[in-house]
């Protein structure tokens, strides 16, 4: 990655109050890409290699970068995978460890540091083959996310899914009464559930239906800094390709209003993100960069950074699902 692209992206979490950029009004964003910061990495020379990273969640702590993401071998293993930098001209070269949350088939993580309990939050959804559907929603905590072995062994935030529907890629937010647990399920539809901050991460509600459209999953809600706002972005596939959507809401709660929520005016898409060499032509699950770490989850909607997942199309058309060689990159919003 050159300097000058480096030296384009800001990672300030100082807060900024300030109007909305036009984008926020008309929906039309663009977006300047990095080259692929994190690979495959030390797994690649396994007895049972790396393929991919994906998935990731990110904070700054410790005035390093934490990230959390998903790994896949090539037997077809997933799990969590944990490692910490200061600089990300140091990504690739981090030291990277699985998490041992007390089994195997865990993803799509979520970190955050809980306020009330004064400790951190890992969120993921656990897979128990052999039950339909194989999906539910654990957590893990910590009181030092930086130190890999103190995460707590998984726990399931509810029974096993009720619904009967294949849920996935689970996330937490909180306003100033509740936590609200945002997931997909693969019929379009994006779920809501909550539960008191007294109670939380137990006493889920029923399931309430947040939004339904042409999603695909991976829906990541997050509040705008300074502005009663939230910001709900899902994946979608377009063209052959997978890219974002965004909506908005003044309440958790909905309504939801679209915003940048179709493949001619996406969030973040191939059409709208600028790359030199290109790399990827998929804008896939992914975390913006957040101005804090706790459960409000805010972001500064003047300097959007996005970690996202991507893959060219020569990589991933003819691939089976779990034989794509996703990376990780960073989008910053341009003007």
């Known amino acids: 990655m050159s300097a000058l692209l480096l030296a384009g992206i800001c990672f300030s979490t100082e807060a900024r109050a300030a109007e909305l950029p036009p984008a926020w009004h008309d929906g039309i964003f663009s977006w300047q890409a990095s080259q692929p910061l994190l690979g495959v990495g030390p797994g690649r020379d396994a007895l049972d290699p790396h393929i991919a990273i994906k998935d990731p969640s990110i904070v700054f702590f410790g005035k390093r970068w934490q990230v959390f993401a998903t790994v896949m071998t090539r037997e077809g293993h997933v799990g969590i995978e944990y490692f910490s930098f200061g600089n990300w001209t140091e990504a690739d070269n981090a030291r990277r460890r699985v ?84 997931y997909t399920t693969q019929d379009g539809r994006i779920w809501r559930r909550e539960t008191r901050i007294g109670d939380f991460p137990l006493g889920w509600s029923e399931a309430i239906l947040a939004m339904q459209g042409d999603f695909f999953e991976a829906s990541h809600t997050y509040k705008l800094k300074d502005h009663e706002q939230f910001l709900t972005l899902v994946e979608a596939q377009g063209r052959g390709r997978r890219y974002y959507k965004a909506y908005l809401a003044d309440r958790l709660e909905g309504p ?45 909607p003047s300097n959007l950074s996005f970690l996202f997942q991507g893959v060219s199309d020569a990589d991933s058309r003819g691939s089976k699902y779990h034989d794509i060689p996703w990376k990780l990159g960073i989008l910053k919003m341009t003007k």
């Open 256 to 300: 939801w209003r679209g915003l940048a929520d179709t493949i001619t005016k996406p969030f973040a898409a191939l059409e709208n993100v600028r790359q030199s060499p290109a790399w990827t032509a998929n804008i896939s699950h992914g975390e913006l960069f957040r101005t804090g770490v706790n459960e409000r989850l805010e972001v500064d």
């Open 99 to 182: 998490l041992d949350l007390g089994g195997r088939n865990y993803a799509a993580p979520e970190v955050f540091y809980f306020t009330p309990h004064r400790r951190w939050y890992l969120i993921y959804q656990a897979r128990e083959p052999g039950r339909r559907p194989d999906f539910r929603p654990c957590f893990s905590t910590s009181n030092d996310p930086t130190d890999p072995k103190s995460w707590t062994k998984a726990q399931p935030m509810m029974l096993w899914n009720p619904d009967g529907k294949i849920s996935l890629d689970f996330w937490v937010i909180c306003d100033a009464q509740k936590a609200h647990l945002f």
